[in-house]
């Protein structure tokens, strides 16, 4: 059973970066066919997708989060991240890490709240 | 790239049907078999429930359904039990990204 887990601060100041981190048990990130993911809720909102990376290092972008957003793969340590820069209260939200096979994402990490302080 | 378009809200009486839709364009849900149905419960991640239009992971119940035809996708629930009560979103594959739909907030009257 793949899990996976997300980690990082939890309060990050405008205008810095946010990282993530998302640990993968269970199943390489280097096994073909998948699709890491990052994906993100505001406060009382619904899903918005910020991106993933294929096993091979190929990174797809939300349009709209393109040029602040880069996703990257540590496949020594199973792990893949998010770096968003230049963050605004607009950022704060629940950011889920998700394993996708190709638009369905079937394992998700429970989710971390980064909150945007000014 | 806009949020795929669902109802607010659908609301049902247990051992009702109901059917949330999720309307897109051909770019999205029209142009790929490739929409999905999650199940959020507040405070949880979402839950695939329905991946390819159709097809159910393992573990779901078949109570749940998807469906599509032209520029909207379906989600439809049989037989609904009061743990049905959540949020439901739809996605789709769109041109190497994703898209998520708005959100319908299910309520099991």
């Known amino acids: 059973q793949v899990q996976l887990q997300e980690s990082g601060p939890g309060l990050v100041k405008a205008s810095q970066t946010l990282s993530l981190t998302c640990t993968v048990s269970?199943?390489?990130?280097?096994?073909?066919?998948?699709?890491w993911s990052w994906i993100r809720q505001h406060p009382g909102k619904g899903l918005e997708w910020i991106g993933y990376i294929y096993y091979s290092g190929s990174t797809y972008y939300n349009p709209s989060l393109k040029s602040r957003v880069t996703i990257s793969l540590d496949t020594s340590k199973n792990q893949f991240s998010l770096k968003l820069n230049s963050v605004t209260a607009a950022d704060t939200a629940v950011y889920y890490c998700a394993r996708d096979g190709g638009g369905l994402a079937d394992f998700w990490g429970q989710g971390t709240l980064v909150t945007v302080s000014s | 790239q806009s949020a795929l378009t669902q109802p607010a809200s659908v609301s049902g009486s247990p051992g009702q049907s109901i059917t949330i839709s999720c309307t897109g364009i051909?770019?999205?849900?029209?142009?790929?078999?490739?929409v999905s149905w999650y199940q959020q419960h507040p405070g949880k991640a979402p839950k695939l429930m329905i991946y390819e239009v159709k097809y159910r992971p393992s573990g779901v119940s078949n109570r749940f359904s998807g469906s599509k035809s032209g520029n909207t996708a379906s989600l439809t629930i049989s037989g609904l039990q009061a743990e049905d009560e959540a949020d439901y979103y739809c996605?789709?594959?769109?041109?190497?990204?994703?898209?998520f739909g708005g959100g319908t907030k299910l309520t099991v009257l």
């Open positions: 051909s770019s999205d849900v029209g142009g790929y078999n490739y």
């Open positions: 996605s789709s594959y769109t041109s190497s990204s994703t898209v």
């Open positions: 269970g199943g390489s990130i280097s096994n073909g066919g998948y699709y």
